[in-house]
């Protein structure tokens, strides 16, 4: 069974904190994405990797930065948490670079910041 | 502008009826594709369907069908004798060929099936 695994499915931090959200997985996929879901605004593309170390900026990307040191894994991290940063985080992945390719997905990290 | 709306927020149906979970989509592109996903309270999204620009013939599998309309840029979802297993948060997705590693989701239709 193909994976997108998330190291963490419940996490609280404190205001301030570093915090590293990490994401594996073992399709062998070149594309990697971060996203987050609040309710009533769905996913938000936060960043995505087509490459090891090669990052985008997505739609959100301020407060957050990105490591794509091996192409299974992909890091997201917050420098300093605040608590507008609690929400779902899920990590994709998918083949390719076209838009057809379909994205799998991790179960989600639900990250609260106190 | 929101490319892909689901006005629906949340849908309550009872079991055994059939439901119907809109999508509305805009784009440019003349190549693009639309995904369905579902999410269980488990948090992971499942890929259900994906359908290129180019083939608007409408789909069936088992209880779920999906009824594409360029002409309303509508890509809307059925689920026939609905079932509890299908609570869930439905996302409808658009990628356009211009900008490959982009998906655009809509905002999620929350569906409980009551039993």
């Known amino acids: 069974d193909v994976k997108v695994t998330q190291s963490s499915r419940y996490l609280v931090k404190r205001t301030g904190e570093k915090v590293f959200l990490e994401c594996v997985q073992d399709m062998d996929h070149e594309n990697m994405f971060w996203y987050r879901q609040d309710p009533g605004l769905g996913l938000r593309l936060i960043y995505f990797s087509y490459d090891v170390k090669m990052k985008e900026k997505g739609d959100i990307p301020e407060g957050y930065s990105v490591s794509r040191e091996k192409k299974e894994r992909f890091s997201l991290i917050l420098e300093s948490a605040s608590t507008n940063q609690t929400s779902m985080y899920l990590c994709?992945?998918?083949?390719?670079?076209?838009?057809?390719?379909?994205?799998?997905f991790g179960s989600g990290t639900q990250l609260s910041v106190l | 502008a929101q490319k892909v709306t689901q006005a629906q927020t949340e849908i309550s149906v009872v079991e055994k009826e059939d439901v119907t979970l809109d999508c509305v989509y805009e784009?440019?592109?003349?190549?693009?594709?639309l995904f369905w996903y579902k999410q269980p309270p488990s948090g992971e999204l499942v890929f259900l369907i994906r359908?290129?620009?180019?083939?608007?013939q409408n789909e069936i599998s088992g209880r779920y069908s999906w009824n594409f309309q360029k002409s309303t840029s509508s890509f809307n979802f059925t689920i026939t004798a609905s079932q509890v297993v299908d609570s869930a948060v439905y996302f409808c997705a658009l990628s356009e060929a211009d900008t490959g590693n982009q998906f655009y989701f809509g905002t999620g239709t929350s569906l409980t099936v009551i039993p």
């Open positions: 359908r290129n620009s180019f083939d608007e």
């Open positions: 784009t440019r592109d003349t190549t693009y594709y």
């Open positions: 994709a992945s998918s083949s390719l670079g076209t838009a057809r390719e379909k994205l799998f």
